[in-house]
């Protein structure tokens, strides 16, 4: 059964930085797309980052480049995200996903998605 399980939300101050980890089990990462999401109080689920296979790169959210890194362990069959320089406007729960879609990290395309981790940032 493909699972993926976030962890390493909490709260943190402007400024700070936390590292989110997504655990996978039942398939192996390297088979699927791979993406970060974020929903804030009150908005839409907003993409934070996508790994695609087709491109074999890592897209981000323009607003977010530069501060937020993805990064996968195979062997830990896991997947991070890297948050440095949180501002209060990264209030959020963050959510993994996965898409067997290799040429797409459109949202719509994410069939399979963890329950989400929060993150809180303020002082």
């Known amino acids: 059964q493909l699972q993926l399980v976030e962890s390493g939300g909490g709260l943190v101050q402007p400024g700070g930085s936390l590292r989110l980890s997504c655990a996978a089990s039942g398939f192996t990462l390297d088979s699927y797309n791979i993406g970060w999401f974020r929903q804030a109080p009150g908005n839409g689920r907003e993409a934070v980052s996508c790994y695609s296979r087709g491109d074999r790169r890592t897209f981000y959210t323009e607003s977010l480049k530069g501060r937020f890194t993805m990064s996968r362990d195979n062997a830990k069959n896991t997947v991070y995200l890297q948050m440095n320089s949180v501002k209060p406007e990264d209030t959020a729960v963050y959510y993994c996903?996965?898409?067997?879609?290799?040429?797409?990290?459109?949202?719509?395309?994410?069939?399979?998605w963890g329950q989400g981790t929060q993150v809180t940032v303020s002082s």
């Open positions: 996903a996965v898409t067997e879609d290799s040429n797409s990290c459109h949202l719509r395309v994410f069939t399979s």
